[in-house]
């Protein structure tokens, strides 16, 4: 039997508040959700753990969702500029990132099997794990909710990003105290 993981450095229970808060972050609502993993630092979701199974019986395999507007756009800019590929065929030559990388993707499915399971998506993390690097925002989302030298990618994407944007420094257009304003 596994060792259990320690619990996710940052988590925090999702509030009405985030819900309302993540809804406009992302332009829907969110479904799934179970906690959030990280807050940027205005505490704005910028992390949001999801269960395996929604609420209509779909699996969801992205345990682990970037949410945090800044930190959005900085990952797509990077996907941009073609470092998915690039990176997939250095973690193709390096057998030790293949390792790193591996051992990312074993905790992401036993992080999320702490939430429940859906046999549908068994072996399936995000982000293109293990193989290749396809999704820079799961990534990035499995690094700050683990914190550093889980993720190799994740790592590498938030060094790359840090002078745009860190979860250390606001940067939200709408922050939870600007949204309690407006309700109030």
Not at 5 to 27: H, I, K, N, V, Y
Not at 40 to 53: M, Q
Not at 102 to 118: I, V
Not at 120 to 126: P, Q, R, V
Request: overall charge negative; glycine content about 8%; charged content about 25%.
């Amino acid at each position: 039997m596994p060792t259990p993981l320690d619990p996710l450095p940052f988590e925090s229970e999702a509030t009405e508040a985030d819900l309302a808060l993540m809804a406009r972050q992302l332009g829907r609502t969110m479904r799934g959700v179970h906690s959030i993993a990280r807050r940027c630092a205005c505490g704005a979701p910028a992390v949001v753990r999801t269960v395996p199974r929604l609420s209509d019986g779909s699996p969801f395999p992205t345990s682990l969702y970037l949410t945090l507007p800044s930190m959005v756009e900085a990952c797509s800019r990077l996907e941009a500029r073609g470092l998915l590929a690039e990176w997939t065929a250095e973690l193709e030559e390096n057998s030790e990132l293949q390792q790193s990388y591996a051992r990312a993707h074993e905790r992401y499915l036993e992080r999320r099997s702490e939430l429940g399971s859906a046999e549908e998506i068994d072996g399936i993390s995000a982000g293109g794990m293990p193989h290749r690097v396809k999704c820079l925002h799961a990534v990035v989302g499995q690094a700050l909710a683990e914190g550093p030298g889980v993720n190799p990618f994740g790592d590498r994407a938030l060094e790359l990003t840090s002078d745009d944007t860190t979860i250390d420094r606001c940067r939200c257009d709408l922050t939870p105290a600007m949204l309690e304003e407006e309700g109030a």
